[in-house]
């Protein structure tokens, strides 16, 4: 049974630039949340999809946006990269509403913005 | 609204000694709490979690936590510690309202077992 999956691991982008993240959530999930981990710092929340909605968001300007696909894979778009978009970015599963049913995170893509 | 504190960035112990993890949380409402472990160029694995009921929770690799309501803490501990258990851990808290995929994560702790 595989788990939640990303790709890519490393990528690195110029100020400016857009990038496109990617995630397959773990089967029998079927919503997915994005996380940015700075360097030397705990995950921050920046939103959850589910039927192909967004359904919250946390603190992150309008440049973050993402997409859900039917078969529940997920994307997270990064417009006009700043420096202070470099961080490892975690993709997390989960049944809707679990309720205390614990997030399936993925290893992460480690963006670097130069 | 929610956070986590974790009072220690670093902790340092020698292997087969126990140790503690602090985490303190604020919240104005009933919450969830977790303990989630990082190895290097890994993502997140949950080590325990809280949701209600008894106060002790027991997770895997030989850690537990207590939920301490009164003192709004969520410590983590292992009464021996192994080489393989240094890694960062994270402390995170969520809430009914908003459920168990949202959450908030304190700045972390990293654990070094000395040989």
């Known amino acids: 049974d595989a788990g939640v999956t990303q790709s890519p691991t490393h990528l690195i982008k110029t100020r400016g630039q857009q990038v496109t993240l990617r995630c397959s959530p773990k089967?029998?999930?079927?919503?997915v949340s994005w996380y940015q981990q700075a360097l030397g710092q705990g995950p921050q929340f920046i939103f959850q999809?589910?039927?192909?909605?967004?359904?919250q968001r946390g603190n992150f300007p309008d440049r973050f946006s993402g997409h859900q696909f039917p078969n529940y894979s997920s994307e997270l778009n990064v417009n006009a990269l700043l420096l202070g978009d470099s961080a490892l970015y975690l993709c997390?599963?989960?049944?809707?509403?679990?309720?205390?049913?614990?997030?399936?995170f993925g290893n992460g893509t480690r963006l670097t913005v130069t | 609204a929610q956070s986590v504190t974790q009072l220690d960035s670093q902790v340092p112990v020698f292997e087969e000694a126990p140790v503690e993890l602090r985490c303190n949380y604020s919240?104005?409402?009933?919450?969830?709490l977790f303990w989630y472990v990082q190895y290097p160029n890994q993502g997140l694995q949950l080590l325990l979690k809280?949701?209600?009921?008894?106060?002790l929770v027991k997770g895997i690799n030989g850690f537990e936590a207590e939920f301490n309501k009164s003192q709004t803490s969520f410590h983590l501990r292992k009464p021996s510690v192994h080489i393989s258990d240094t890694a960062e851990y994270f402390c995170?808290?969520?809430?009914?309202?908003?459920?168990?995929?949202?959450?908030?994560f304190g700045t972390g702790t990293r654990l070094t077992v000395i040989p």
């Open positions: 997390a599963s989960s049944p809707l509403d679990s309720r205390g049913s614990a997030l399936h």
């Open positions: 089967s029998g999930h079927d919503t």
């Open positions: 999809y589910y039927e192909e909605e967004e359904r």
């Open positions: 919240s104005s409402v009933s919450v969830y």
């Open positions: 809280y949701l209600s009921g008894s106060t």
């Open positions: 995170a808290v969520s809430d009914y309202q908003t459920g168990a995929n949202n959450l908030f």
